[in-house]
């Protein structure tokens, strides 16, 4: 078991003594109390507590004076100050005062001690590893993207100042509680500037298998940027998944280092256009791994936005597919508004077609009434009755008398006596 610098217990372990100056032993959690005369006074520190040990050297917490903040302090064992390891002691503090970055812990400065010790001031990161952050925060895939996103960004900038990482794993990229992470031990960085000395021999294998590329485990001299890619998306996909795809075997050749058929289920477990961008951030082939730190961080975000990838070709379903989830809402509210002028249009053709309808029916009644008439008109033409005579008035009481007297007496006809 190891500890990093302010950070967790971590169980793997460089291959190589050559390598990292931050990995250190097994210390309780508030540290080991030094004696006053531990260590020589030193202008502008105030020591703490001894916060781990390793091989090669021993790392203090202190307070820098200066300004008013916690520090981890490395120094090199005695007996080490002309040595090779001390070489790459002064090559990871050139290296670290190179990077400026919000995601990578940065030195503060550098000397000798009054014994002639190489010290290294450096900024504090008290955190866990950024899996063991994850899982014990409970965070959510996207959450854990994030965090990746973070990741991506230091190491870009690590890569745009020529520096390759080499020791990339869950140990060396520590969240603090503000949830940041930070990537730390440059021990193992090899710069690609023309003329850099890289302090290791060809066919010499350096940094943690379990995380290894395949052409960093055959001990290729020419490693670049595609290495830290590779041992980037392993931790990716431990990140997300919860599987390590890769064996800690020293035995297992350079391809047989990727369980391929891990690999395949751990990628099926997650969405298409994530599973499709780690899938080339881990091919084993480094020259079909045509991935950098910053085309992987802008594709994430890509993927964070429901948005096509730019590193591998998408096809029309999927981009189509993606823009729905983009746009669940507005498609909802354009599919509402279809829906409500497609109703509208049948209803008004429906009301058009009983208008007709009812005109229609109108028209025929109109016809039928008309006929009917007509008909009557024609019997009434044929069956004319002649015009009536005009009845005479009744007689009046005058007329029916003189009707009287000119009739005679009696009934028998002769003259009535008095």
């Known amino acids: 078991m190891s500890r990093r610098s302010g950070g967790e217990l971590s169980s793997e372990k460089s291959t190589s003594t050559e390598g990292s100056f931050l990995f250190v032993q097994d210390f309780p959690t508030g540290g080991e109390p030094l004696s006053p005369d531990a260590l020589p006074e030193e202008p502008g520190l105030e020591w703490g507590v001894l916060i781990g040990r390793g091989a090669t050297g021993v790392v203090h917490s202190a307070r820098d004076l200066g300004a008013d903040r916690e520090v981890a302090v490395k120094i090199l064992h005695s007996g080490f100050g002309e040595a090779a390891l001390s070489r790459r002691f002064q090559s990871e503090i050139e290296h670290l005062g190179r990077l400026r970055h919000r995601n990578i812990a940065s030195i503060l400065r550098a000397g000798e001690l009054g014994d002639g ?3 290294a001031v450096l900024e504090l990161v008290r955190g866990r590893s950024i899996t063991r952050y994850a899982k014990e925060s409970q965070l959510s895939r996207r959450a854990r993207m994030e965090l990746l996103l973070g990741v991506c960004d230091g190491l870009a900038h690590a890569h745009s100042r020529g520096l390759i990482h080499r020791d990339l794993k869950p140990g060396n990229i520590l969240v603090g509680e503000e949830g940041i992470p930070h990537i730390v031990d440059f021990g193992l960085a090899i710069s690609l500037e023309p003329g850099a000395s890289r302090h290791t021999l060809p066919g010499r294998v350096v940094g943690t298998r379990r995380y290894m590329s395949p052409e960093q485990r055959e001990g290729l001299p020419e490693v670049d940027a595609r290495t830290d890619i590779f041992s980037l998306g392993v931790v990716a996909l431990e990140l997300l998944t919860g599987v390590v795809i890769t064996s800690a075997d020293r035995s297992a050749p350079r391809a047989e280092g990727v369980d391929e ?13 994530l599973s499709r961008l780690l899938r080339l951030a881990t091919e084993p082939r480094r020259e079909l791994r045509s991935l950098t730190a910053e085309q992987l961080a802008d594709d994430l975000r890509r993927v964070l936005a429901d948005l096509p990838i730019r590193a591998v070709a998408v096809g029309r379903g999927e981009r189509a597919l993606l823009f729905f989830r983009r746009h669940p809402t507005e498609l909802l509210i354009l599919a509402g508004g279809l829906l ?23 028209d025929e009644l109109q016809r039928q009434t008309e006929a009917v008439l007509e008909t009557l008109r024609d019997e009434l033409g044929e069956h004319e009755a002649e015009p009536l005579a005009p009845r005479a008035p009744p007689p009046s009481i005058e007329d029916r008398g003189r009707q009287g007297e000119g009739s005679g007496g009696g009934a028998d006809g002769g003259p009535r006596s008095g």
């Open 117 to 119: 010790r190489p010290y």
């Open 340 to 362: 409500g002028f497609l109703l509208a249009v049948g209803l008004s053709t429906s009301a058009l077609l009983r208008s007709a309808e009812q005109e229609q029916l109108a």
């Open 261 to 273: 058929s891990v690999r395949t289920s751990a990628l099926g477990s997650l969405p298409r256009n």
